[in-house]
């Protein structure tokens, strides 16, 4: 598998998505909202007022959750993407004579996740740095510490993200492949989210607590749904089944 | 340049191509006819790869159909227009095109060259920079012919390049077909709009699953059904007239009126004889006329059979 062949797919469809309304919104909007939602809610409940969440005890859990909420963002990004990416192809008809080039079934699969994951990762890791700042700003007289950036985060963001995006968008390929407008891919794709909401309110609930080992845990078995993902997604992209069964 | 040997596609307990045997010479414009389902489009699959073969054997300038070792030189020989256009509707022309040549490793320079090289030929430089969705029917088509001549393929595939067009569209991509045609291109044509094969191909296939007849349009329009002459007369055909004609052996003779109509192979050869008798038993010819059987006629009757 080339990746310059990959990288190429994935810049022509940077190139569309500029022009898909849609596709950029859903790469601007959660991001923004989480980003900046989070810090005024806390501003607002817990700090201003005396809900007791501001406690220093009970501020770093809190915290936490919020945090993952990046998390859950970024697997909701690249959802309307990839739908778009692959389900606009089938739309279109443009697959046909992209499979009669020399590219494979991988470089043009990968181009296509590329072209899901690099935005989503930009998109996040900016809402993220907002979100740091905002939440800084707003715990730091209660806390009397910068709380981010730490450990938590850090592992959220550089381990758990990435592989929630891959997760998330190989999710897509494949309902993509089963479905035949981009707004039923998005509504199916929403499924993929579900796992990690469950993950949210265990935190919330306290089953859970969202420390470095316990992220380390959860990417660890994302990880492993990626793997069994990127195997179906495969079996899935194959161009006899994309040209005989798609319609 | 294009050889199958019994080239068999099942899907599942359908055949949708049985045993195909035939070759295309390099430079020729090969016209594949045929009814929908008749596996036209299964065929040109096979052959630009997307799809695999279920039995037998093909191979593309020598090249392999169906084996790995050979798949990326086959995609890189071919073109491939398909049914669909398949643009990417929110990419510019320049952009459309662009995206291919880098697919097939042009250079810039190359790339930047071929880009306009092939929208000026087709007409849409000067719309190089509006989004291919905008296009109007014909546009797209000749987009994507230019997309699928981006790396200079040896083949050109076509899958109903004129179908949904408007006369003057279709007219302008049947004489780019003839341009390429100059530029010794390869192509194989699926069509089904018979007057378009009969006016540019070299050759024509007749598939409804399997291979009905192959040859010029010419041979499959007199192998089939033959021509006839139409012999009209000043007046009523007489009997001295008409016993004169009986004693030449003419194939299929009738008589309505004042016209004598029978079969005929070489008209050039066969006509002479029967006006000279015809004027022997004092007749008087008003015209002839030899009238061939069309290619529709042809195709009808093989896809009846």
């Known amino acids: ?247 | 340049m294009i050889e199958t040997e019994n080239l068999t596609k099942k899907f599942w307990d359908l055949t949708a191509v049985d045993n195909l045997t035939l070759h295309v010479d390099d430079g020729e414009v090969f016209g594949f006819l045929g009814p929908n389902g008749a596996g036209k489009t299964t065929t040109i699959r096979i052959l630009c790869c997307l799809i695999s073969k279920t039995s037998g054997t093909a191979t593309i300038g020598g090249y392999e159909i169906g084996n790995k070792a050979d798949w990326l030189k086959i995609r890189k020989t071919i073109g491939l227009v398909p049914d669909n256009v398949g643009l990417s509707e929110n990419l510019t022309a320049y952009d459309n095109l662009d995206f291919y040549g880098k697919i097939y490793d042009l250079s810039d320079t190359q790339r930047k060259e071929n880009n306009k090289r092939f929208l000026e030929m087709l007409g849409l430089w000067d719309k190089r920079n509006v989004l291919a969705g905008t296009f109007s029917k014909g546009m797209k088509q000749k987009l994507a012919i230019a997309r699928a001549l981006i790396h200079d393929p040896q083949v050109l595939f076509m899958d109903e390049p004129t179908a949904n067009l408007d006369p003057e569209a279709s007219k302008t991509v049947r004489d780019f077909i003839l341009q390429l045609k100059k530029e010794k291109k390869t192509i194989f044509l699926n069509t089904h709009n018979l007057d378009e094969a009969q006016r540019i191909c070299d050759r024509v296939a007749i598939m409804n699953t399997s291979l009905r007849a192959i040859g010029t349009p010419q041979d499959l329009e007199s192998s089939v059904s033959g021509r006839k002459t139409v012999i009209g007369l000043e007046q009523q055909v007489n009997e001295p007239v008409l016993g004169a004609l009986k004693k030449l052996p003419l194939k299929n003779l009738s008589i309505n009126g004042d016209t004598i109509t029978f079969d005929v192979e070489d008209p050039d050869k066969e006509n002479s004889p029967v006006v000279e008798t015809i004027v022997l038993a004092g007749g008087h010819v008003r015209s002839i006329n030899v009238v061939g059987s069309t290619l529709e006629d042809t195709y009808l009757k093989l896809l009846r059979k």
Do not use: C, Q
């Open chain 1, 1 to 247: 598998m080339r990746l310059s062949k990959a990288w190429i797919v994935a810049a022509r469809d940077f190139k569309i998505f500029r022009r898909v309304k849609n596709v950029w919104s859903s790469i601007i909007i959660f991001p923004v909202v989480i980003s900046v939602l989070f810090p005024v809610i806390l501003e607002y409940l817990a700090v201003r007022g005396s809900h007791g969440l501001a406690a220093p005890g009970v501020l770093p859990n809190l915290l936490n959750s919020f945090s993952f909420f990046l998390v859950i963002g970024a697997a909701n990004v690249p959802l309307g993407i990839a739908s778009y990416s692959v389900v606009g192809e089938k739309v279109e008809k443009s697959l046909e004579p992209l499979l009669a080039t020399p590219l494979t079934d991988g470089e043009i699969l990968l181009g296509k996740a590329i072209s899901a994951v690099i935005p989503t990762l930009v998109a996040m890791y900016a809402a993220a740095v907002v979100f740091m700042v905002g939440i800084d700003g707003v715990t730091f007289n209660t806390l009397g510490y910068y709380y981010f950036p730490n450990w938590n985060i850090a592992t959220l963001l550089l381990v758990l993200m990435p592989v929630a995006i891959v997760m998330s968008v190989l999710f897509s390929v494949i309902v993509s492949s089963r479905v035949n407008d981009v707004r039923s891919a998005n509504s199916f794709g929403i499924f993929i989210l579900f796992p990690l909401l469950g993950i949210y309110l265990s935190s919330e609930t306290s089953i859970i607590t969202l420390d470095v080992s316990t992220l380390l845990i959860i990417s660890g078995a994302i990880l492993a749904v990626d793997v069994a993902l990127f195997f179906l997604s495969t079996k899935t992209f194959r161009r006899e089944e994309i040209l005989t069964k798609w319609k």
